[in-house]
């Protein structure tokens, strides 16, 4: 056991127009700390906000923890400076828990993910990249195998996704696409639509010791006939929405053991092609001929005690507390800078 410091992004705090997303992190890092104590660690909490990072820096190299549990996911209001806070623990020889600098960079910029996949030679639908309103002018969107599926490039969590972003021609794809632009300020990707599952594959650990959770899948069967099967922001963050009631994680069912084995092959392979370690999910959708696609690659998934990857412990047999040990063993077992 160790001395743990748990770091959380705390530049949300004083900001009354923050989405749950955002001020969720407090919560969760409460909930680790708990849990890192009760399996016999001596854990602090530290929050971050983006000016007050050289004072954290200092705070933690004076203190000299065993390991830091990093949720550090944004700095100064934007989720694309996570990257920043592991490259800082990595400069100060600090061991952290999750992905490093690299990782995290290419995992949040998703076309970059992209093209590490299709490098790698991973499955993942084809895509568009929209870097700004001028590039919606492109003839080659009106030939596009629709439907097709727009998110944000620099986003997780589901922010900017509704029922528009599922697009069934050029004109909604154009017209999704500049409101999206012009809301985020960023680029937007655009990838054709997978009709099928949508599973989602959760890894902790590292080399020899890397293992996979019970497979977990969106059960679609409350949603409203002609509502799009998609994981909206609002079926992750508003209890009250009818995406949140109609997209539930429950355990793989009907699934051959073929497909069990190819969905894990393709996320150990993203696991693989994105450097991760530690802990991740990979969250993919299977056509109707049985082919796994890559959508979305996930370093440190949240793991607040309702999330989908605690979910999946549990079917495995993990308590809460054991999940969390578990993710810290890993990284204080592994080379720090590996």
Known sequence: ????IVLYNTDYDDDPTAAVDATSVESSARSIQEALVAGGHTAELVGL????????????????????????ESMAGDARNEP??????????????GADLPALAACLHKRRSKDILLGRGIPTPPHRFL??????DDAVLDSL??????????EDASIGITEANLVHDAAALRTRARAM???YEQPVLAERYIDGREINVTLIGNGTDLAMLPLHEIDFGAMPPGRPRIVSYAAKWDEAHVDYAGTKSVPLRDASAGLIAVCERVARAAWDAHGLRDY?????RVDNAGR?????VNPNPDISPDAGVVRAAAVAGMTYVQLVQKIAAAAMKRPARV
């Open 1 to 4: 056991m160790g001395r743990v």
């Open 280 to 284: 991740a999910r990979v969250d993919l």
């Open 181 to 183: 632009i012009a809301e």
């Open 84 to 97: 920043t806070m592991a490259g800082l623990l990595d400069l100060f020889a600090l061991r952290y828990t």
């Open 131 to 136: 870097s700004k309103a001028s590039d919606l």
């Open 292 to 296: 796994p696609w890559v959508i979305d």
């Open 49 to 72: 906000q983006g000016h007050e990072v050289f004072d954290v820096l200092s705070r933690l190299r004076s203190s000299a923890p065993d390991l830091v549990f990093n949720l550090c």
């Open 145 to 154: 195998d629709y439907p097709w599926f727009l998110k944000l490039a620099h």
